[in-house]
């Protein structure tokens, strides 16, 4: 696996659908062409819900679907190309070559659940979060370099 680069380290307390939607906010605000958020968490844990509210706060109306069966779902968002993939049912890294993954991440930022499937695919400057529970309680733990410390702010 790629070297993870945590210089940085947070957590967020996601009690409810609105705590998710200020996260993807701060993610959204910090999201350029060439990072990757990695979404980890067990079935259930809230991935799809997290991609979402990034997209949603970088200008996207439309549906939102959860790509766990075309892998990848593209979108345009205003000033950033954004890719989604879910890579539940990928079984081998090198298929991520076949799903445009190099280019997605050359041209845009990329949004991906299960990245346990295919972790060195990763850049190391990718932002991880890891949504479950802590304490009972739905929690996100970020880790990633310094520069996503901003997501932080309006959390
Ligand atoms: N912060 C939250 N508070 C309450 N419910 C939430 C929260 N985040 C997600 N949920 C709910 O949890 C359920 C599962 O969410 P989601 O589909 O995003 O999980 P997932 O991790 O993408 O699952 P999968 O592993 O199947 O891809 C949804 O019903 C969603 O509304
Ligand atoms: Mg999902």
Redesign the pocket.
């Known amino acids: 696996m790629a070297e993870i680069s945590e210089t940085f380290r947070g957590a967020v307390p996601?009690?409810?659908?609105d705590?998710?939607a200020r996260l993807g906010a701060g993610i959204a605000g910090a999201l350029r062409a060439g990072d990757a958020v990695a979404l980890w968490?067990d079935?259930?844990?809230?991935?799809?819900?997290l991609a979402r509210a990034i997209l949603r706060k970088l200008g996207v109306s439309e549906d939102v679907p959860?790509p766990?069966f075309t892998i990848v779902q593209a979108y345009d968002t205003p000033g950033l190309a954004v890719s989604h993939y879910?890579l539940?049912r990928v079984k081998q890294p090198r298929e991520m070559q076949e799903l445009g993954f190099d280019d997605a991440l050359d041209q845009g930022a990329v949004l991906v659940?299960w990245p346990e499937r295919a972790p060195e695919i990763l850049p190391p400057e990718a932002l991880h979060v890891r949504?479950g529970m802590q304490d009972g309680a739905?929690t996100a733990r970020l880790t990633g370099p310094a520069r996503w410390e901003s997501v932080l702010a309006h959390v």
Not at 14 to 17: E, V
Not at 43 to 49: D, P, V, Y
């Open positions: 996601l009690p409810d659908l705590a998710t968490g079935l259930g844990a809230g991935k799809t819900t959860s766990t879910d539940y659940e949504l739905r």
